[in-house]
């Protein structure tokens, strides 16, 4: 790994003057990278504790080396940082309070958040992950040639020096590159090993420790109830440089994370499921219970990922180190002078998409015109420079000659609730170059979209498209014209966001959810096992799906006895629906009207909007709504 750019910033700042301390997450080759400047004296802090460390450094100091350049590694366990601290302040003895000899600090935990050094001057950089194609030549060069084993190896690595080491030494050893659990498992060996030494007073409770990473890494943030440690263990991992405190918990960092929980799965697949299972109930009933937007969209985040899809887990959270650089405070609307890196990336979104450049720039220009710049929400760099976009318009009055065209005929459904007043958002573009943005990007939309409580999407991506299938987003089918000029006509989709349906969303798509007629135990699309979760969410999706023959012949319905056929199905739904409708009781009358408006009006629309031609409350809307698919659930002929 050259770093020739970091390289020559290291040196610029130690020329600068006060100390320099160089961070960065383990393995990200910060030792490395230190030790190819002309050091004169080396102290590596690893295993010592405060009291010895503060004594190394000021003897260190006291020897002097004609003036040249002292570097204190490894400073990452409990008081080091502030014995340095201490040791730095005091005048080195037999110098006569001379001129100070240039310092180097290397650690993986920032310094300024420990005590002694938040006034101190203080030099920082921070090494961030390095590209894909690095770390391939790293690998090759280790003597890996096989073209999967160094696609595992890189995948696993996650633009981690480090880690691209231990995988090609682990794939060398001869595990297969077809076990990634069983070559994440041998590479999370050295990482322990090495977190171990951030804590050198704790070794003896290691292994608890060591176990719960692996369960905090499978639910990836977790509270105190999650990990069911206690406190101490709890207090434990907070302290670990691979550990960081969000919203929800504690979480471990990207690509370490993805390495724990794959190990875990390969040691013990059944306890993993659980464990995943029960976290997903979790969150649901906290979702079920909190008030709080903000935390509802956190919550969703975690149920996503939490499903275990694939497709969800490949497009949402990518296994690579997240850059300091991008994060969810980094992604906000763009302000009025940043017109052109709109451009810029709206461009870039055209190449990538195979799109026409000219067509997409009049897009762009009529999405500026309908809801001006702030209907962009940009990722920008540790520099404030944007890297990639969202456009994410509003659905309101003022906004829908931009969003008509590239909803066509499906615009009249879902546009009447924008009238006079906010139908939710529009989401017509997502870019970023680098896919771990992207990806923050993505989740980004999905937060908004709950704050907003409805989306609607038009894209003409194949891959977008594998997405919104994969969150169980309602299709309502291709437009009419090729609008970006392709071979594709955009496809649009929606959902609804309402708190109250956000419950039984997770749920269908969780680990043993009804999506596409998931059964507890088995693949999606297996039929006629007891034991199905959530009928009535696979009678929903059905209806939702309702003029898509070639969707309805993946439901698990077809199972049922004369049900045997995708349009036997559609027909069964229709009568049902039709029967409900007429009922004499009126809450069952209520409820079919319901179904009728939302899913076979013939025109898409959303829960708002069928709520007002019902001419019920919103809250009395979704009791029906529940009321109604669990009715045609009970109705359903057999058992499954």
Same mark, same amino acid.
């Given at each position: 790994m050259?770093?020739?750019? @970091?390289?020559?910033?290291?040196r610029a700042a &130690?020329e600068? =003057?006060p100390?320099?301390?160089?961070?960065g997450v &383990?393995?990200?080759?910060?030792?490395?990278?230190?030790r190819r400047?002309?050091v004169?004296?080396a102290? $590596?802090?690893?295993?010592?504790r405060a009291?010895?460390?503060?004594?190394?450094?000021?003897? *260190?100091?006291?020897?002097g080396s004609?003036g040249?350049?002292?570097?204190?590694?490894?400073v990452?366990a409990?008081g080091?940082?502030?014995?340095?601290a201490?040791?730095?302040?005091e005048?080195p003895?037999?110098?006569?309070?001379g001129?100070?000899?240039p310092?180097l600090?290397?650690?993986?935990l920032p310094?300024?958040?420990?005590?002694g050094?938040?006034?101190?001057p203080?030099t920082?950089?921070?090494?961030?992950?390095?590209?894909?194609?690095?770390?391939?030549?790293?690998?090759?060069?280790s003597?890996v @040639?096989?073209?999967?084993?160094?696609?595992?190896?890189?995948?696993?690595?996650?633009?981690?020096?480090?880690?691209?080491?231990?995988?090609?030494r682990?794939l060398?050893a001869?595990?297969?590159?077809d076990a990634?659990?069983a070559?994440a498992d041998a590479?999370? @060996?050295?990482? &322990?090993?090495r977190?171990?030494?951030e804590?050198p007073?704790? *070794?003896?409770?290691?292994?608890?420790?060591r176990?719960?990473?692996?369960?905090?890494?499978?639910?990836?943030a977790g509270? %105190?109830?999650?990990?069911?440690?206690?406190? $101490?263990l709890?207090?434990?991992?907070?302290?670990?440089?691979l550990?960081?405190?969000?919203?929800?918990?504690?979480?471990?960092? %990207?690509?370490f994370r993805?390495?724990?929980?794959?190990?875990y799965?390969?040691?013990?697949?059944q306890h993993?499921?659980?464990?995943?299972?029960?976290?997903?109930d979790?969150?649901?009933a906290?979702?079920?219970?909190?008030?709080d937007?903000? +935390?509802?969209?956190r919550l969703?985040?975690?149920? &996503?990922f939490l499903?275990?899809?694939?497709t969800?887990?490949?497009?949402l959270f990518?296994?690579?180190e997240?850059?300091?650089?991008?994060?969810?405070? *980094?992604i906000?609307?763009?302000?009025?002078?940043?017109?052109?890196?709109i =451009?810029?990336?709206?461009?870039g979104?055209?190449v990538?998409?195979?799109f026409d450049?000219?067509?997409?720039?009049?897009?762009?220009?009529?999405?500026l015109d309908?809801?001006g710049?702030?209907?962009?929400?940009?990722?920008?760099d !540790?520099?404030?420079?944007?890297?990639?976009l969202?456009?994410?318009?509003?659905? *309101?009055?003022?906004?829908?000659?931009?969003?008509?065209?590239l909803?066509q005929?499906?615009?009249?459904?879902l546009?009447?609730?924008?009238?006079?007043?906010?139908? =939710?958002?529009f989401?017509?573009?997502?870019?970023?170059?680098?896919p771990?943005?992207?990806?923050q990007?993505? !989740?980004?939309i999905l937060?908004?979209s709950?704050?907003?409580g409805?989306?609607?999407?038009?894209?003409?991506?194949?891959?977008?498209?594998?997405?919104?299938r994969?969150?169980?987003?309602r299709?309502?089918?291709?437009?009419?014209?090729?609008?970006?000029?392709?071979?594709?006509?955009?496809?649009v989709?929606?959902?609804d966001?309402n708190?109250d349906?956000l419950p039984a969303?997770?749920r269908t798509?969780g680990?043993?959810?009804g999506?596409?007629?998931?059964?507890?135990g088995e693949?999606p699309?297996?039929?006629?096992?007891?034991?199905?979760? $959530?009928?009535p969410?696979a009678v929903?999706?059905a209806?939702?799906?309702i003029?898509d023959? !070639?969707a309805l012949?993946r439901?698990?319905?077809?199972?049922?006895?004369?049900?045997g056929a995708?349009?036997?199905?559609?027909?069964?739904?229709?009568n049902?629906v039709?029967?409900?409708?007429l009922a004499d009781?009126?809450?069952?009358a209520?409820?079919?009207a319901?179904l009728?408006?939302?899913y076979?009006?013939g025109r898409?629309?959303?829960?708002?909007?069928?709520?007002r +031609?019902v001419?019920v409350s919103?809250?009395?809307?979704?009791?029906r709504?529940?009321r109604?698919?669990?009715?045609?659930a009970?109705r359903l002929?057999?058992?499954?």
């Amino acid at each position: 790994m050259e770093r020739t750019e @970091e390289l020559a910033a290291l040196r610029a700042a &130690l020329e600068a =003057g006060p100390p320099v301390h160089l961070g960065g997450v &383990l393995g990200s080759g910060k030792s490395r990278l230190a030790r190819r400047l002309p050091v004169a004296d080396a102290v $590596d802090l690893a295993g010592l504790r405060a009291g010895e460390a503060g004594s190394r450094v000021r003897a *260190a100091l006291a020897a002097g080396s004609a003036g040249g350049l002292l570097l204190v590694d490894s400073v990452d366990a409990p008081g080091q940082a502030e014995a340095v601290a201490a040791a730095l302040e005091e005048p080195p003895a037999g110098t006569g309070g001379g001129p100070r000899r240039p310092v180097l600090l290397v650690g993986r935990l920032p310094l300024r958040a420990v005590a002694g050094w938040a006034d101190r001057p203080l030099t920082t950089l921070t090494l961030g992950p390095v590209r894909a194609g690095a770390v391939e030549t790293q690998v090759r060069t280790s003597g890996v @040639e096989d073209p999967e084993e160094v696609a595992l190896a890189v995948r696993l690595a996650g633009g981690n020096p480090l880690l691209a080491q231990l995988a090609a030494r682990t794939l060398l050893a001869g595990t297969p590159a077809d076990a990634p659990g069983a070559v994440a498992d041998a590479m999370t @060996e050295e990482v &322990l090993l090495r977190l171990d030494r951030e804590r050198p007073a704790a *070794a003896p409770g290691s292994g608890r420790r060591r176990h719960a990473l692996r369960l905090l890494a499978t639910v990836r943030a977790g509270d %105190e109830r999650l990990l069911s440690g206690g406190p $101490d263990l709890f207090s434990a991992l907070a302290g670990l440089s691979l550990v960081r405190r969000e919203r929800l918990g504690l979480a471990v960092r %990207e690509p370490f994370r993805t390495l724990f929980e794959l190990a875990y799965q390969w040691r013990r697949p059944q306890h993993h499921e659980g464990l995943r299972a029960r976290a997903a109930d979790y969150r649901r009933a906290l979702l079920t219970e909190r008030r709080d937007p903000q +935390e509802r969209a956190r919550l969703v985040e975690q149920g &996503l990922f939490l499903s275990g899809d694939p497709t969800l887990r490949g497009s949402l959270f990518p296994p690579a180190e997240e850059s300091a650089a991008i994060g969810p405070a *980094a992604i906000g609307p763009a302000r009025a002078g940043e017109t052109e890196d709109i =451009g810029r990336l709206m461009r870039g979104w055209a190449v990538r998409g195979g799109f026409d450049v000219r067509r997409c720039e009049r897009i762009t220009g009529q999405w500026l015109d309908a809801a001006g710049p702030a209907a962009f929400r940009l990722a920008r760099d !540790r520099d404030g420079r944007p890297v990639g976009l969202a456009a994410l318009l509003p659905v *309101a009055q003022g906004t829908q000659a931009g969003i008509e065209p590239l909803l066509q005929q499906h615009a009249t459904g879902l546009l009447d609730g924008a009238r006079d007043h906010s139908g =939710g958002l529009f989401l017509g573009a997502a870019y970023a170059a680098d896919p771990v943005a992207h990806a923050q990007i993505l !989740r980004d939309i999905l937060g908004q979209s709950v704050l907003a409580g409805h989306l609607v999407v038009s894209t003409a991506s194949p891959d977008y498209q594998t997405l919104l299938r994969a969150l169980s987003f309602r299709p309502h089918g291709g437009i009419r014209d090729d609008v970006y000029r392709c071979g594709r006509r955009p496809e649009v989709y929606s959902h609804d966001f309402n708190p109250d349906g956000l419950p039984a969303w997770m749920r269908t798509l969780g680990p043993g959810g009804g999506r596409v007629g998931r059964v507890e135990g088995e693949a999606p699309g297996a039929v006629g096992v007891p034991g199905v979760v $959530d009928v009535p969410g696979a009678v929903a999706w059905a209806l939702a799906r309702i003029r898509d023959p !070639r969707a309805l012949a993946r439901s698990p319905l077809l199972a049922r006895p004369g049900l045997g056929a995708a349009q036997a199905l559609r027909d069964w739904l229709d009568n049902a629906v039709l029967e409900l409708a007429l009922a004499d009781a009126p809450a069952d009358a209520e409820a079919g009207a319901i179904l009728r408006a939302y899913y076979l009006s013939g025109r898409p629309r959303t829960h708002q909007q069928a709520a007002r +031609e019902v001419h019920v409350s919103r809250a009395t809307y979704f009791r029906r709504l529940r009321r109604g698919l669990g009715l045609l659930a009970e109705r359903l002929p057999g058992v499954l």
